[in-house]
């Protein structure tokens, strides 16, 4: 097994959008921006999708690993990747459950206050904002 990690080729969209399909996220958006994929031996296992709102600020739209590749370190190591070939910020919305995997790769957390006006606006876009009671969201950033 030889998982790699690197920007979607044009010929890994289609299981890129069956991936998220299967899993119901949404593919509206995936035209904007960039998507990364993890791949082992050309079978794309993970996708991660965002998009630049403002000059050195990456907006995590997405992540989404293969059920079955979870817990390997797919996740934290695609996410390292991303992080590391953006110099500035990357920004994201996770569930609760995921703060501890996101502060493990040195992501902190951050309040509506925190946000720029881009920021902020992207993540009304993305639903991220408001968080509800019965969905709630938790801002993170990475700072590199």
């Keep these: 097994m030889t998982v790699e990690f690197g920007l979607e080729t044009p010929g890994e969209r289609s299981a ?7 899993h119901e996220w949404e593919i509206d958006r995936l035209d904007q921006g960039e998507v990364w994929v993890a791949r082992d031996d050309g079978e794309v296992i993970g996708v991660v999708h965002g ?14 690993i293969r059920e079955d590749r979870r817990g390997a ?18 920004l994201l919305g996770c569930h609760d459950n995921r703060v ?28 991220d ?7 709630v969201h938790s801002m993170m950033r990475f700072r590199a």
Excluded: C, I, K, W
Aim: glycine letters at 6%.
């Design 129 to 135: 904002l408001p968080s509800r009671e019965d969905h």
């Design 16 to 22: 890129v959008v069956s991936l998220m399909r299967a």
């Design 100 to 127: 501890a995997f996101y502060e493990r790769l040195g992501y902190v957390g951050v309040t509506e206050a925190d946000l720029s006006a881009a920021e902020r606006d992207h993540a009304y876009l993305n639903d």
């Design 73 to 90: 370190g797919v996740g934290s190591e695609l996410m390292r990747a991303v992080a590391s070939s953006h110099q500035g910020d990357v």
């Design 51 to 64: 998009v630049e709102v403002e000059p050195r600020t990456f907006y995590v739209e997405s992540v989404l």
